[in-house]
Structures are given as structure tokens and as C-alpha cells.
């Protein structure tokens, strides 16, 4: 097996047990390269959910670095949070339930999406104290079945050109979102695409000029460039995740894995052949070996369901975990020649070099996707953020 050379120890890791660390480099790398692919369209960073697990407002700020002209979140709060840490970009939100506070928002330069005749009536309510036009983006449903105007949309373009046409909302842009991005070829991406264009035009003989027109996320950023309109939407790419891996992996797209989970060993010991480990004693060795006991469990996102599966980094070999995943634990098999001891760094994921499993092999001992295993790792492993701004 390979033998990768210890990383050197960090002084600023000392006395962690585990941690994240985020290469914002890749970050800044992985949007030109999509603003690259997206030709003339602009690229909006989505930064939701904790930028995917990276780092809210870090991951931002490399993202607008790397080209990105817009950022995205899904909620409101996660807007407002980007904008008290002085991030001044143009920021999209479209998720938030009756009595957000829309007006806090709107004074804060956040643009709001309209996707529903009440989410119009929450804006125009705020709109009243905001005393200029509140900026929205107006999404129509062409066929997801989640969010956005799906049947009534000739009563809710009427609606938001009556509020235009009084001065209550400016409408920056009319956007949608794919249900099966990550399969090119099926039907109904060309027919959510061809919606798409009749909702614009229905917008746009109400007299309303759509502005920003955007509808593909990574998966339509990287394979579908009849997708890109004005804007594109990426946001697992810009982590270097590929969107579509029985597609291509994130260097088949040119974009590299930010994100690497190290733990520090905080045990080594014997066990004779016969032993039972972990609970439920799903791992039983074979021999006389060595244990070693990694401190990330379930509560720090190792998903349980890769127990007996997950790929784990330890002394320069792949191990797969022996057992159940616990809480705050799990245990390798290191066998009985490794001298691994407490103390000693293990790669729970990172890039695909050296042997560091990936995420992507971490949804797939898990039956999940790679989204959500890095959207998973807790709060409880502080994040390092290099390779930012000097
Ligand atoms: C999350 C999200 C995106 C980004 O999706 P990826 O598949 O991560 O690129 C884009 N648009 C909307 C509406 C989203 O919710």
C-alpha cells in the first residue's frame, strides 16, 4: 500500500480531537472555473445550509473572489447573517414561511422570492414601511413540485405587474429549478426548460422585464448549457463535489474537493482474535490486532448507516470502519503490525489523492449522496479556513 507521509502537525490543530479543515483556494478555483463554463452567464454562489458545511461567510467571500457575482441562500436569517458580517454582494433568499420578517431583509439589500400570491402579499405588506420598491425575484414551478407558482401563474404574473405597475416591487429576475438535473438526457429537463421560456414570455406580455432569467444549479451548470440563461445557480460544485458522479468525477470538470476531515487516534490497543467491537458486536476480528479509536461518531455526521462501510485514512491505508458508527466514535481494525498510536492523524475525507476517501465514497457506503455528507458535518468539529486572503 501506499505509505503518504504523516501531514506535518499543525500547532493550531493541538488538542483538537477532530476537525474540518476548508481550502478556500479550491473555493475561489471552483467558481472561475464554472463562470468559465458558464460563458456570458453570471454565476451566483450558493452558500445555503452553512455554505454546505464549509463556513458561511469564509466560503463567501472566496466565492465572490473566485467571479461569482451573486450569492444564494435559501433562507432569510442565512442572508442577514452574510450581510452583518459585511458581505455587500447581491444575495438571493427563497425559502421563508408566513411571518418572516421580509422587511428586515429588504432593508438589508436582500432580494426575496416571490413564489406564491401570499409570498407577493408578504412583500407588499413589508413594502409598505420600506418607503422604495422592494426587489424580488418571481420563480415559477415548471415541473420540480416544490417550491414556486405552479398552477396559478397567469393570477400571480398579473399580481406582481399590478404591484410593479404601482411602484410597490422592482422584479430582478424570474428563475426555476430542475427535478432531474443530473440526468441530461430525461424528458423532463427540456420540458421544464421549454415552461420555462412560455412563463418568461407570460411575464413578459404583462409588461414586466424579467431581468435575471436562471434556472440551472451544478448539475445543468457542468452538462446542460442550453440551461445557463443569464445566471447559473452552482452549489456543490463550488465545493468541488461533482453534482453527477456517474457522469464525472470533480477533476473530469476541473474542480477539486474543499473540504478534508482529519481526526486525531485517541486510542490504540490490543485485541485478541474473537472480539466483538463496537456495539451490537457487528465487527468481529479475525486476529490478534490492533484497535484503533477515531473521535467523530454520528453526532459529528458520520452517517450510522455506513457503519461496517465507511472508508477511513490511517497511516497512509485505506481501513474500513470495524463496526457500528456510535455517537462520538468509531473504531478501525488497523491490524496487528500497524504502529499507529494516540495522538496519530487519520483522514475521515478529503480528496481523491493519496488515498484520502471522499466524500462521494462516503454517501456511497452510506446509500446517500455526497451532499449530504458534507452538509452533515456538526458543529461540534471547528472549521480552519486557509488558503484565504493574506
Ligand atoms: C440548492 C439549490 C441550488 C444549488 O444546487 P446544486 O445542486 O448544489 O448546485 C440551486 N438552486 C436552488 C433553488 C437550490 O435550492
Redesign the pocket.
Known sequence: MTTTPAPPTDPATTGLSAWVDVDLAAIRDNVAELSRRAGSAEVMA?V?ADA?GHGLVPCARAALDGGASWL?V?QLAEALELRRAGVTAPLLT?LFAPGADVLGALEADIEVTVGSAWSLESVLAATRSLGRPARVQVKVDTGLGRNGVLTDWSEVVAAVARARAEGAIEVTGVWS?FAY?DAPQHPTVRAQQERFVEAVAELERAGVRPGLRHLA???A?LTNPSAHFDLV?????VYGLS?VPDLGSPADFGLREAMRVTARLAGVKAARAGQGVSYGHEYTTTQDTLLGLVPVGYADGIPRAAGNRGPVLAGGRRHTLAGRVCMDQVVLDLGPDSTLGPGDEVVVLGRGVDGEPTAQDWAEAAGTIN?EIVTRMGPRLPRRHLGGPA
Open positions: 450558493v445555503k454546505y444564494g435559501a427563497w429549478h438535473a444549479n451544478s448539475a451548470t445557480r452552482p452549489g456543490v460544485a453534482p451532499y
